[in-house]
């Protein structure tokens, strides 16, 4: 069973980077040929994709955040980060990260953390 844990700052300043960490148990960010990917709920939206790690590494943005947007990770200890920079209270959201299965379907999803934007 692959869990996916979120953890970070749940309140952060406009102009600031956000950042958080996701935690993978029972299945390693690096098997072929899944992919990690970071989503985002704003209150009264729908859910956003911000951005994938495949297992090999390679990244993806969606081209409205890709500006500001900065996924990684570290095999070492099977996470994977997001970084969005200069954050305004339009960035305010629930913050979950996703497995991505080879036929692009999300499979496993964190609880998600609630990150706000405000001074």
């Known amino acids: 069973q692959v869990q996916l844990q979120e953890s970070g700052p749940g309140l952060v300043k406009p102009s600031q980077t956000l950042s958080l960490t996701c935690t993978v148990s029972?299945?390693?960010?690096?098997?072929?040929?899944?992919?990690w990917s970071w989503i985002r709920k704003p209150p009264g939206k729908g859910l956003e994709w911000m951005g994938v790690?495949?297992?090999?590494?390679?990244?993806h943005y969606s081209p409205s955040l890709k500006s500001r947007t900065s996924i990684s990770r570290d095999t070492s200890k099977n996470q994977f980060f997001l970084q969005l920079s200069s954050v305004t209270p339009e960035d305010t959201a629930v913050y979950y990260c996703?497995?991505?299965?080879?036929?692009?379907?999300?499979?496993?999803w964190g609880q998600g953390t609630q990150v706000t934007v405000s001074s």
């Open positions: 790690i495949a297992y090999d590494g390679r990244t």
């Open positions: 996703a497995r991505q299965t080879p036929i692009a379907v999300y499979d496993y």
């Open positions: 029972g299945g390693s960010i690096t098997t072929s040929y899944y992919a």
